[in-house]
């Protein structure tokens, strides 16, 4: 019952004075009501305030949360957060210690752990395999299956032509024929040192596969200290590793990694996938912050400008190592800085210069494109390239997505000029980790032109003068604002407000921080008809249930899973405007569905890593806004509702969370906390467990719940 108890007072703190979606015919009667009664204010008050605080400002309260901000006073609670600094983040960094790599430099990273791309480099002789013996099983493994795939590839290609040409298809021993000869990319094909035929043709053939796994073998692995089974694993090369790996159930897959540190959880990753690895323990590490931070606004707006600055993940093999430092070292410390200091990290991003394309950007007055042209010559016709050009995506999206918005008047021309400015921001050696470059080789020269300013011939500067214009522009201030009013105040936020806001950025010269407070200050961000009037998104909403429910996540895929089934996969949005923050974006029957069997799953325990901790209630009775309903009253209706002959529990379940729909509807005070308490009282203690998981589940599931 104590689980019951605790989850019902935190749906309260998440749809305390919220009318429901009602009818038409319900808010008719609602206005009358109004209309009859005395004045009331139109700003929130209380603890009403301090929710629509904790849950605008943060991914939603945790048990506890409201009490420590009334304690601390809500305008000192705000200034701490905006304050990120004074937090104590131990607990956090604990958590952060599971994944060891995501600490690293970005060669550092794709060199022990590396992308598809750094093996085919090793297959080609063009980098080296490491002597380390660990490191060298990584990457033979990985070499051995990127074969592996290339001659399945080549196979099907001869069958399928086999069969349009009406020819017989091909059997295995003549597949077999094909290990050493058949054709693969240029790019990809392994140099002459690294070919192995016989293992080539053991690899020939749709059918190939290891030696089926002897039980004992796997057992005598799980049975090794954490060292030892580890050096094993290393020792075991392809095809076996992977036959080894797909022949654990779940519960000795639990014991594989049962008591290996965090690096060593990493190796055994590595050796299965080491760019699948990484990619895990990004996406894992974005949701722990958002999920266990106490900087709760720095992890609110590291999010709202991983979006404004989207990059999509699986633009390139290297573009999940990048995302690494892109959001370590790009977007998390300017989260509440100045804008322009933002603006200025994110263009000299590997990601975002690889993400849109600038890093090929070349002038075509260049001495690149010179030096290009001369070596064409050269060249007989059929070696003939096309020659390196302007790419005018980054300039595009810096103006239109990024800075000044698409109305603020700028033109075609503009984006070419801009595009001319930022020719030479490239990457260097991409495929090994490199860092951003000015190349001058490939600035385009001669005067540009921008939105009536001329910008002279001054290399790199070109840019940094470029980006300070783009920055400082009124349009920009507006634009960024009302962003920032869409996120935190409404889908249509008040005019009046994003003008105070862009008052504020421009007299700040653009600091973030300063722009909060106002949007703080401001009476139209307590106003009661905002009042929980945005739908979360389904990182918002997985990240509070999560928070809610006081969860311990170990494995964080079940979340990344279940925001991959809502629609909203994390860093997953493939245009680069980003997803959308307009609650019609998430609102659909499907989606409701999606949650619903979401927060069901979570408050069951049914996500495999995730262990919900229920606390204790804490003062609920001070959470009512208004007189709370008689309990007798209450107790006999509810009695009513649940106590059909031979009702089930799921059925008493769904005709609770109908009465709280109804009691919600019709008053804005404290639930019938003790009625529900008597009431489970009468349940076998067999079934209390189950009804308390299922009403947890319908709680995290209800419509109050999904909005902030």
């Not at 529990?649 to 404290?670: G, H, P």
């Amino acid at each position: 019952m104590e689980s019951l108890r605790a989850f019902l007072a935190l749906w309260l703190c998440s749809s305390l004075c919220v009318t429901p979606f009602a009818s038409a015919q319900s808010a008719a009667a609602a206005r009358a009501t109004a209309a009859k009664a005395g004045y009331r204010s139109t700003q929130l008050h209380g603890d009403a305030r301090i929710l629509h605080a904790l849950n605008r400002f943060t991914f939603g309260p945790r048990p506890g949360d409201l009490e420590a901000a009334r304690a601390m006073g809500l305008e000192k609670w705000f200034d701490q957060q905006l304050h990120p600094a004074s937090l104590d983040e131990t607990a956090l960094d604990a958590r952060l210690a599971q994944f060891p790599a995501m600490q690293w430099g970005i060669p550092t990273l794709i060199y022990r752990y590396p992308s598809n791309a750094m093996i085919r480099m090793a297959m080609n002789g063009r980098a080296p395999i490491p002597q380390n013996s660990v490191l060298q099983a990584i990457y033979e493994n990985q070499i051995y299956r990127i074969r592996a795939r290339q001659q399945n590839r080549a196979i099907g290609q001869r069958k399928f032509q086999r069969l349009s040409s009406g020819a017989p298809v091909m059997t295995n021993s003549e597949a077999s024929g094909l290990s050493v000869a058949a054709p693969m990319d240029q790019s990809t094909s392994p140099g002459a040192d690294m070919a192995d035929p016989g293992q080539m043709d053991m690899m020939a053939g749709d059918e190939e596969q290891a030696e089926p796994v002897d039980a004992s073998f796997i057992s005598d692995i799980l049975t090794l200290p954490p060292q030892q089974r580890v050096a094993r694993l290393v020792a075991i090369r392809e095809p076996q590793f992977d036959a080894v790996i797909k022949a654990l159930r779940p519960p000795q897959r639990a014991a594989l990694v049962a008591g290996l540190n965090p690096g060593q959880k990493e190796i055994v990753g590595a050796l299965e996938n080491p760019e699948g690895m990484v990619t895990q323990e990004l996406i894992s590490e974005r949701l722990l912050r958002d999920i266990y931070s106490n900087a709760q606004l720095q992890q609110v707006m590291a999010d709202f400008w991983l979006n404004h600055f989207n990059i999509y993940l699986h633009k390139d093999e290297q573009m999940p190592y990048y995302l690494v430092s892109y959001e370590r070292d790009t977007i998390e410390p300017y989260a509440l800085g100045k804008f322009e200091d933002l603006l200025e990290a994110v263009a000299h991003s590997p990601a975002m210069m690889l993400y849109l394309d600038n890093a090929s950007s070349v002038g075509p007055d260049s001495l690149a494109a010179e030096r290009f042209k001369h070596a064409a010559w050269r060249r007989r016709a059929h070696q003939r390239q096309d020659p390196p050009g302007i790419n005018e995506n980054y300039g595009r999206e810096l103006m239109e997505l990024h800075t000044v918005g698409v109305n603020s008047g700028y033109t075609q021309a503009d984006v070419i000029q801009v595009a001319r400015i930022l020719t030479g921001w490239t990457v260097d050696r991409p495929q090994l980790g490199g860092g951003f470059i000015f190349n001058p080789a490939r600035h385009e020269p001669g005067t540009k032109k921008v939105m009536g300013v001329k910008f002279k011939q001054n290399g790199e500067m070109e840019g940094e003068q470029l980006l300070h214009l783009l920055a400082t522009r009124p349009a920009t201030a507006h634009f960024i604002c009302s962003e920032l009013a869409v996120r935190f105040v409404s889908d249509n936020p008040p005019q009046a407000l994003v003008d105070r806001m862009a008052r504020a950025y421009l007299a700040s010269g653009g600091n973030i921080s300063a722009v909060l407070k106002t949007l703080f200050d401001s009476p139209e961000f307590w106003s009661t008809s905002d009042y929980q009037n945005k739908v979360k998104t389904p990182i918002e909403y997985v990240a509070s249930a999560v928070r809610a429910s006081n969860a311990d996540v170990e494995d964080y895929m079940p979340l990344a899973n279940a925001l991959r089934v809502m629609g909203m996969p994390v860093y997953g949005c493939i245009p680069p405007n980003g997803y959308d923050w307009d609650s019609s974006a998430w609102v659909n029957t499907g989606a409701l569905v999606d949650r619903m069997n979401f927060a069901v799953a979570l408050a069951a325990g049914r996500l495999p890593g995730i262990k919900v901790n229920w606390t204790p209630e804490t003062e609920v009775a001070n959470l009512a806004s208004g007189p709370a309903p008689d309990p007798a009253t209450e107790e006999a209706r509810l009695e009513r509702m649940l106590l059909p002959g031979g009702a089930s529990i799921s059925t008493r379940s769904a005709a609770l969370s109908q009465f709280e729909a109804q009691n919600a509807r019709e008053s804005a005070a404290v639930r019938p906390i003790s009625a529900v308490r008597r009431f489970n009282g009468r349940l076998a203690p067999r079934q209390l467990e189950r009804q308390d998981q299922l009403l947890a589940g319908l709680l995290i599931g209800s419509p109050e719940f999904q909005r902030r």
